[in-house]
Every structure is written in C-alpha cells, then in structure tokens.
C-alpha cells in the first residue's frame, strides 16, 4: 500500500533520481559512440544522429522558397506582390 510522501521526501527522490541520471551519462555517451560502428548501417545513423541532436546540430527544417525569400528580405510585402514587381512600378 502507497503512504503520502512529505514534499521534502518527494524532493529529495527527485534529486537523488536526477544524479543517478547524471551519473549514467558518460556511459550513454559511449554507448552511442561505440553504435557508431555497429554493423547495422541503420542503427549507425540512428546513433549519429542522437549524437547531433544532443550536440545542438538537429536537422535543419524544412522552408519552402518563398519563406526562404521572406526571410532574406526578397518576399512579398503585400498580398501577390514581390519586391521585384515593386521596385519595377518606380
């Protein structure tokens, strides 16, 4: 049967929790290190990929052109409207 915890039991189970994560990690990055090498071409990139991720390289997302364009300062500015075509109208 459950007992109530206090808050600070509660706490203090979070924290120990949190440094025996903490504790793991050099063994979870050497885990993904050595998947590097597996036979599996599939698991290869699933390793390298975890590795990017957590090294803050995640895959570049998706913009289509005119987004793209938008954000480089060469989009529209008005509804239909490219900044050639208005530049063409002075």
């Known amino acids: 049967m459950a007992t109530a915890e206090s808050p600070g039991d509660s ?3 979070t924290e120990k929790a949190r440094d025996e994560i903490q504790e793991a990690v050099p063994k979870a990055a050497a885990t993904l290190t050595d998947l590097l090498e597996a036979e599996d071409e599939k698991v290869q990139i699933r390793a390298a990929e975890a590795i990017l991720d957590r090294a803050g390289l995640s895959k570049a997302k998706a913009v ?3 987004t793209a364009q938008r ?3 060469g989009g529209s500015t ?3 409207e490219s900044l050639s075509e208005l530049m063409s109208q002075t």
């Open 64 to 66: 289509s052109s005119r």
């Open 78 to 80: 008005k509804e239909g």
């Open 71 to 73: 954000e480089i300062g």
């Open 11 to 13: 706490s203090a189970a």
